[in-house]
Every structure is written in C-alpha cells, then in structure tokens.
C-alpha cells in the first residue's frame, strides 16, 4: 500500500508585472499558508519519503515553505512535467519513483491536480491554493499506478478550514 499527498501550490501573485506564469511567486496569504500546512503534516505525522515539486517559483516557494515546517530533510525533485500538468503526467512521473517509497508528495497546479484526484479516486475535490489531499493506494509499487478510481481519499485540508 502507498501513500499519495497531492498539495496545490499557495496563493501567488499576479502583481509583478512582466513576470510570465512559470516565474510568479506567492503572495502573503501564500507565504502564511504554505508553513500551515507544513506544521499541519508534522502533527498528522505523514512527513513523507520523497516530495516531488512542479517547477514554478510558485510550486517551489510552497515545497521549502511546507517542508521547513513539517521537518522533512531528504530531497526534492524539481520535475518540469508538473508544470500545469494533467492527470497522466502525474502517473508518469509517480511511476518512476523507487518502491521503498512509501509516502510521496507531490506539488503541483490546478486544475490538473484536481483532475489527477478525481481520476485516482472517483472523486472530485475542490482543492484552493495550498489544499493538501491524503490518497491511498492499492499498489505495491509505484509503477502499478493507474488512473482507475480506486484511490481512497483519506483526508482533505484546506487552509481555510485548519
């Protein structure tokens, strides 16, 4: 069995003018979120094995946000693919990662990360800026991963709601 934690990036900013999408940043509430949620892993203890995070600035100031709050220590593999990515590019790089693996989390963007959920689980979730879903998995390995309903969704927080 697996464990999934698919985290929307927090809230950027559309103030910088010039900037394209991929080189946004976050804003304040983004800056208050991200370590919300990170605290909030610590506390659920599901710090995960191996995070995986899009490449925009955005995704990336959310993954250091959250990870210096929750205590996670390994690396983070910056993937190009998670860019705006839809539901298959999620299964294609989840695929690659090591069995040993066993808590992954990857930050990524809407509305392909929503997708990805209700592709997994059959479910839709609503998922604002900084939303963190729980997914677990029927596989032993990542390679088994399929978009197949059949995830079960174990938990869902938004920051507003925390």
């Known amino acids: 069995?697996?464990?999934?934690?698919?985290l929307?990036?927090?809230?950027?900013?559309?103030?910088?003018?010039?900037?394209?999408?991929?080189?946004?940043?976050?804003?304040?509430?983004?800056?208050?979120?991200a370590p919300t949620?990170?605290?909030?892993?610590?506390?659920?203890?599901?710090?995960?094995?191996?995070?995986a995070s899009s490449s925009a600035i955005r995704a990336r100031m959310t993954t250091e946000l959250v990870l210096g709050a929750c205590?996670?220590?390994?690396?983070v593999a910056i993937i190009d693919s998670l860019y705006l990515a839809e539901p298959?590019?999620?299964?294609?790089?989840?695929?690659s990662?090591?069995?040993?693996h066993?808590?992954?989390?990857?930050?990524?963007?809407?509305?392909?990360?929503?997708?990805?959920?209700?592709?997994?689980?059959?479910?839709y979730e609503a998922m604002p800026t900084a939303t963190l879903v729980s997914l677990e998995l029927q596989i032993?390995?990542?390679?088994?991963i399929e978009l197949n309903a059949t995830a079960r969704i174990l938990n869902v927080w938004r920051p507003k709601e925390i």
């Open 1 to 6: 069995m697996k464990n999934l934690l698919l």
């Open 8 to 33: 929307r990036h927090a809230k950027s900013s559309w103030k910088e003018a010039g900037l394209s999408d991929h080189e946004r940043s976050l804003n304040a509430r983004g800056k208050r979120d």
């Open 37 to 51: 949620i990170g605290k909030l892993i610590a506390e659920e203890n599901i710090v995960p094995d191996h995070v």
């Open 71 to 75: 205590g996670y220590q390994g690396e």
């Open 88 to 95: 298959q590019a999620f299964v294609e790089v989840l695929s």
């Open 97 to 100: 990662m090591p069995t040993d």
């Open 102 to 123: 066993d808590r992954i989390m990857a930050v990524a963007h809407n509305p392909g990360i929503e997708h990805f959920v209700e592709e997994l689980s059959g479910h």
């Open 140 to 144: 032993d390995s990542w390679a088994d």
